[in-house]
């Protein structure tokens, strides 16, 4: 009965580092979901996964955004040659699907120095 | 394309008092949800209620209740004898039938004061 899992709670890099954020969802959830979270502002979607495919990337910024999950389960957003604007909460999110709520994780704080 | 707007930055409630935050969107979906959060300063966002276009009637879930107006296009939460742990960032967001993912607003601080 565990929900969203996000590893690490905090995340310190200095630029140009690579970075991989993990989520581990809610059993059974078909729907993942990572977002990005600037300091005073909402989450902004980034990528949603439907079981092991990755159905809508067009929130990831750049190239250098990369997430996968593949086995429909665990799934890990990367981050390559990290900038100073990559610096977030990033957060991740589970659902049963369709219009169904989507429960979030405690976030990974990232910071680039 | 979906749009979100929380055009109250802060509120600011004396406890036992009720609060209304207010919300409005716009969607050319027929179908879609839309989704209150709220986010205490410790930064996990907590699921709170939720209303699907094709509702008749207004959500409630203990001491929150979702006013949904569809033809002003609003969904105003209303939270009841407001208690200190509401204070918080709330967010209010929709998702469409095809789309899945969450947009957001820009949120509304509540304080509520003893």
């Known amino acids: 009965g565990a929900g969203v899992s996000q590893s690490p709670r905090y995340k310190v890099a200095k630029r140009g580092q690579d970075v991989a954020l993990r989520c581990d969802p809610i059993s059974g959830h078909v729907s993942l979901f990572w977002y990005q979270q600037a300091l005073g502002q909402g989450p902004e979607f980034l990528t949603y996964?439907?079981?092991?495919?990755?159905?809508?990337k067009s929130g990831l910024p750049s190239d250098r955004f990369f997430a996968e999950r593949p086995e429909g389960s665990v799934s890990t957003l990367k981050i390559q040659r990290t900038q100073q604007e990559d610096s977030a909460v990033y957060l991740c999110?589970?659902?049963?699907?369709?219009?169904?709520?989507?429960?979030f994780g405690d976030g990974t704080r990232l910071s680039i120095l | 394309a979906q749009k979100i707007t929380q055009t109250q930055p802060g509120m600011f409630v004396q406890e036992k008092e009720a609060v209304t935050l207010d919300c409005t969107y716009d969607t050319s979906d027929p179908s879609y949800g839309l989704f209150w959060y709220k986010q205490p300063s410790s930064g996990e966002m907590i699921f709170l209620i939720y209303q699907g276009s094709y509702d008749q009637q207004n959500a409630t879930e203990g001491r929150y209740s979702l006013n949904f107006q569809k033809a002003r296009k609003s969904a105003n939460l209303v939270i009841s004898a407001s208690q200190l742990g509401d204070s918080a960032m709330y967010f209010c967001?929709?998702?469409?039938?095809?789309?899945?993912?969450?947009?957001f607003g820009q949120g509304t601080r509540l304080t509520i004061n003893p």
């Open positions: 996964f439907q079981n092991e495919a990755q159905l809508d």
């Open positions: 999110a589970s659902s049963l699907g369709g219009l169904s709520p989507q429960h």
């Open positions: 967001a929709i998702t469409a039938q095809g789309a899945q993912k969450l947009v």
